[in-house]
């Protein structure tokens, strides 16, 4: 029997819950993704991972409780989403090249109270060539990637320094989950 609801179509997430034992059901909901204007980064996930647990709350009015997350790229207090296109991948893979972004991950848990934490995680990329860019851009693992890149893949390449939570960065901090289990009374460890 599942102990939460996943309202992610994320596979990283899933099996970042797998990882750690927690049975879990997806149930995936849509929602605009859109950043207000002037949105802070923090904001912006924070919002994203409560609507998410929210709508899949007044869709499916579940038993159990549900797990939602959000992840941005976040370069200055710019927020880059997922690629649009090549062109888009490779200015965004361009931009964080050399340089020192961070991840933002929220994640909410709808149950007998609402619970909300963040992850905020420094990555540095190396300086990265255009052949590399061209032939990262050919594994096809941009696609659907916030930032253009998957830290759990080849673009951990790229990458020179983490300060943070690894698992954040790949959609789901997994010591912050589990405090939120927590709370609900799902212990991990038990």
Not at 75 to 91: F, R, S, V
């Amino acid at each position: 029997m599942p102990q939460i609801i996943l309202a992610s179509a994320s596979p990283r997430r899933r099996e970042l819950l797998n990882q750690i034992n927690v049975r879990h059901f997806v149930q995936t909901v849509e929602i605009d993704e859109t950043p207000f204007f002037n949105e802070l980064p923090t904001h912006y996930v924070q919002r994203l991972a409560a609507e998410k647990a929210v709508t899949c709350v007044q869709k499916f009015n579940p038993k159990i409780p549900i797990l939602a997350a959000d992840t941005a790229v976040v370069l200055g207090d710019k927020i880059m989403g997922k690629p649009t296109n090549e062109n888009d991948a490779m200015t965004m893979l361009r931009l964080l090249s050399g340089r020192t972004h961070q991840v933002f991950t929220a994640i909410a848990l709808v149950g007998r109270e609402n619970h909300t934490a963040l992850s905020i995680t420094d990555v540095t990329f190396k300086n990265l060539s255009e052949t590399e860019l061209r032939a990262y851009w050919r594994s096809g693992e941009p696609l659907d990637k916030a930032g253009s890149y998957a830290i759990q893949g080849q673009g951990s390449l790229f990458i020179e320094h983490i300060n943070g939570s690894f698992s954040g960065v790949m959609g789901l901090p997994l010591f912050e989950t589990a405090q939120l289990l927590a709370r609900e009374g799902i212990e991990l460890l038990a």
